[in-house]
C-alpha cells in the first residue's frame, strides 16, 4: 500500500471513474440542469464540506442539498427545509435554485458544549438527517492537596476550544458511594467542588459540557506510592495555548515520561508563576491564602495539571513546577521545570484578517495563492503603526475523494467501499494524524499505516507579501500571501494565526478556510483539474481505486487541543 501511487495508477483509476460517471449519466439529460420534466422531488442529494466544528462559536458546516426528480433531473424552485435541533443556522433561502441547489451555514451559537447536531432536511415526504459533531469543549481538574480527614476543593475548568469559559454550564462529580453533585460554573468556567479528603487514594469522575474526566485524589501523608523501579526521566511543563486574554484561563499541565516513554503517576507537583507581580493572576492549586501552592499528584497518564487565570494586565509571564517523586515541604524544589514564556493579552490589541476571495494562478510554480490583509488597532479602534506581525499555518483535516463531471461541472465524490459501486458526492474528511503538532510519528498517530502521518505539512505556506510587509503601515495594515499546490486544492481546511506584541502586550487573530480551487478550472471539462484525485487516497496495490477508510477515536497527549479531545482519525477499511 502506498500513499497516491504511481502516475499510471492515477490515471487508470481516473479512467475508471469517469467511465462510471459517465455510464450513469448516459440517455436523460442529466447534464443539462434546465431540462427539468416534473417537479415532484424524487431524491435529496445532502453533504457537508465537514463533518464537525469546533466549539469556539466561530466555525461553521456548509450544508448543501440538491433536489432531484425520479429522472435525476435538478428539481429548481422546490421547498426544502433545512433545520438542526442545536446551534444557529443560516438558509440561502427557502427554495431551491435554479440549480436544484440550497445551502446552509451552520454555528454552533451560544452553546459551546461538545455535542452532536442532527440536521433534518426535508422537501415533501422526501427526508434526510446528517450529523454535525461540535468539538473542543474541555474539562479540566485540579486536585488539592491535604491530609486524610481534611477539607480540600478539585477545581474544574470547563473552556470552548478557544479557550473562553463556558459559563452557567452544569458540572456533575460521582464519588464511589455517594450520591452525584451537581454544580455550575461561574463566568471564568470555572466550579470549586469541595470534599473530604478520604484515608486512601480514591477515583472522581466529573462530567460537563459533553466531556467527562476523570482524577485520582490521594492523602498528602505518603500512602502515594511511585512504581517500583519508576524513575522520571523526561519531565516536560507547557501551557496550552501559549497566549491567553486578560481575565481569562488557560491550563498549565506537567508531564513526567520514564523508560520506554512510560507515564509515571503520584509524582508530587507544585506549580507557581514565576514573575506575576507586575500582571497578577491566579493558580486553581494556590492555597486560600495565596502564600502557599498545593501539592498536585500526577495521573495515572503521567501528568500533573493547574489553571492559571489572568489578571487584567497585559505582559509576560513564565510557568515553573516544582516536583519530585516523594513529599517535599512547601518553599522547598527538589526539581523544577519552566515553560516558555506565557503572554497575556490585553484588550488593547485587536487583529482582524480582511480578505477578497480572489485567487491566483502560476501553473509555472504549480500553485495557487490568494492574499490576505491583517489589520491591527488599539483599544481606541485607532491604528497601530510599525507593529511586526507573524502568521502561522495550522492543517485541521483533510480529505479523500476524486472530482468527475456531473452536470457539466467538476464535482467531488468518492466510493462507499471498495468495490466501485457505492459513488457518493462529496469527500470523505480525516482529521489531523499528528495530534499534537511535534511532527514525529509516535504510538498510534500513523492510523492509516502509510508510513507518514498526514495531511503534509509542505502543502501550504505562509509568508509576507513582500519584504517588510509584516511590518503595519500607517493603517495598521500587514500583508500576506497563502500559497498552496494546485494538486491539494480542495483536499486541505486550514487554519490560521496571526500575532502582534505592542508594549509587552500580545493580540491575535484567526483565519479559517478550506483550500480554494478557480471556478474556471471546475467549469472546463476539456481538461481534468490537477487536484482531480486527493493526494491522500490510499491505493490498494494492483487496484485503481482509492482504499477507502473507516474512522477510530484517538484522544490527544492534550499539547495542542485539550488533553481530553477525541479525534476521529481515519484508518483503511478491512
Known amino acids: 500500500m502506498n500513499i497516491q501511487g504511481t502516475e499510471k495508477m492515477k490515471m487508470f483509476f481516473a479512467t475508471a471513474v469517469l467511465g462510471i460517471v459517465l455510464a450513469g449519466c448516459s440517455a436523460g439529460g442529466k447534464n443539462d440542469s434546465t431540462t427539468t420534466t416534473t417537479t415532484t422531488v424524487s431524491t435529496l442529494n445532502v453533504s457537508v464540506d465537514k463533518s464537525s466544528v469546533n466549539s469556539s462559536g466561530s466555525d461553521t458546516a456548509t450544508i448543501t442539498v440538491v433536489a432531484l426528480d425520479s429522472s435525476n433531473n435538478v428539481v429548481a424552485s422546490t421547498p426544502v427545509s433545512v433545520s438542526p435541533d442545536s446551534g444557529v443556522l443560516t438558509p440561502s433561502g427557502p427554495l431551491t435554485n435554479i440549480n436544484g441547489v440550497v445551502t446552509a451555514t451552520l454555528?454552533?451559537?451560544?452553546?459551546?458544549?461538545?455535542r452532536t447536531i442532527d440536521v433534518v432536511v426535508s422537501s415533501g415526504s422526501i427526508k434526510k438527517t446528517v450529523a454535525i459533531t461540535v468539538t473542543g469543549a474541555s474539562l479540566t481538574a485540579t486536585v488539592g492537596s491535604g491530609t486524610s480527614g481534611s477539607a480540600s476543593t478539585i477545581q474544574y475548568t470547563v473552556l470552548d476550544a478557544s479557550s473562553a469559559p463556558i459559563a452557567d454550564t452544569s458540572v456533575t462529580v460521582s464519588l464511589p458511594g455517594q450520591a452525584d453533585v451537581v454544580g455550575k460554573?461561574?463566568?471564568?468556567?470555572?466550579?470549586?467542588?469541595p470534599f473530604t479528603m478520604p484515608s486512601a487514594s480514591t477515583t472522581v469522575t466529573a462530567t460537563a459540557a459533553g466531556v467527562k474526566t476523570t482524577s485520582t485524589v490521594t492523602p498528602t501523608n505518603g500512602t502515594a506510592v511511585i512504581p517500583d523501579a519508576a524513575t522520571v526521566t523526561s519531565p516536560s511543563l507547557a501551557a496550552n495555548p501559549s497566549s491567553v486574554s486578560t481575565s481569562h484561563s488557560v491550563e498549565v499541565r506537567a508531564l513526567f515520561i520514564g523508560a520506554n516513554n512510560a507515564p509515571i503517576p503520584n509524582v508530587r507537583a507544585r506549580f507557581q508563576m514565576v514573575d506575576s507581580n507586575s500582571i497578577g493572576g491566579s493558580l486553581s492549586s494556590d492555597s486560600a491564602d495565596g502564600l502557599t501552592h498545593n501539592v498536585i499528584y500526577s495521573d495515572a497518564n503521567g501528568t500533573a495539571r493547574t489553571t492559571y487565570t489572568a489578571g487584567t494586565r497585559g505582559g509576560t509571564i513564565t510557568?515553573?513546577?516544582?516536583?519530585?517523586?516523594?513529599?517535599?515541604?512547601s518553599g522547598v524544589c527538589p526539581n523544577a521545570v519552566t515553560a516558555s514564556s506565557l503572554t497575556v493579552v490585553a484588550s488593547g490589541v485587536s487583529l482582524a484578517v480582511l480578505a477578497n476571495g480572489v485567487l491566483a494562478v502560476d501553473d509555472d510554480k504549480n500553485i495557487y495563492s490568494f492574499n490576505l490583509v491583517v489589520q491591527v488597532v488599539d483599544a481606541s479602534n485607532q491604528p497601530i503603526t510599525g507593529s511586526t506581525v507573524t502568521g502561522s499555518v495550522d492543517i485541521p483535516r483533510f480529505y479523500r475523494g476524486f472530482y468527475s463531471v456531473i452536470n457539466t461541472k467538476w464535482a467531488s465524490g468518492y466510493y462507499s467501499d471498495n468495490t466501485l459501486l457505492g459513488f457518493v458526492a462529496g469527500r470523505e474528511s480525516c482529521d489531523n494524524e499528528d495530534v499534537n503538532r511535534n511532527n514525529v510519528m509516535e504510538g498510534t498517530e500513523d492510523i492509516n499505516l502509510s508510513g507518514a502521518l498526514e495531511p503534509f505539512k509542505?502543502?501550504?505556506?505562509?509568508?509576507?507579501?513582500?519584504?517588510?510587509?509584516?511590518?503595519?503601515d500607517a493603517f495598521g495594515k500587514a500583508y500576506f500571501t497563502v500559497q498552496y499546490g494546485q494538486n491539494y486544492a480542495s483536499w486541505e481546511d486550514i487554519a490560521l494565526t496571526f500575532t502582534t506584541t505592542v508594549e509587552g502586550t500580545e493580540g491575535h487573530g484567526s483565519y479559517l478556510s478550506g483550500l480554494p480551487v478557480p471556478a474556471i478550472v471546475l467549469a472546463t471539462t476539456t481538461s481534468d483539474p490537477p487536484f482531480k484525485v486527493s493526494p491522500y487516497n490510499l491505493i490498494l496495490d494492483g487496484l485503481p481505486a482509492p482504499w477507502l477508510v473507516g474512522t477510530t477515536p484517538v484522544t490527544n497527549p492534550g499539547v495542542i487541543y485539550p488533553a481530553i479531545t477525541t479525534f476521529n482519525l481515519c484508518k483503511p477499511q478491512q
Request: net charge negative.
Open 107 to 114: 454555528a454552533v451559537g451560544s452553546d459551546h458544549t461538545n
Open 185 to 193: 460554573t461561574d463566568a471564568n468556567g470555572k466550579y470549586p467542588f
Open 319 to 329: 510557568a515553573k513546577v516544582c516536583w519530585s517523586t516523594t513529599d517535599f515541604a
Open 458 to 472: 509542505a502543502s501550504v505556506v505562509i509568508a509576507p507579501t513582500s519584504a517588510g510587509s509584516n511590518v503595519t
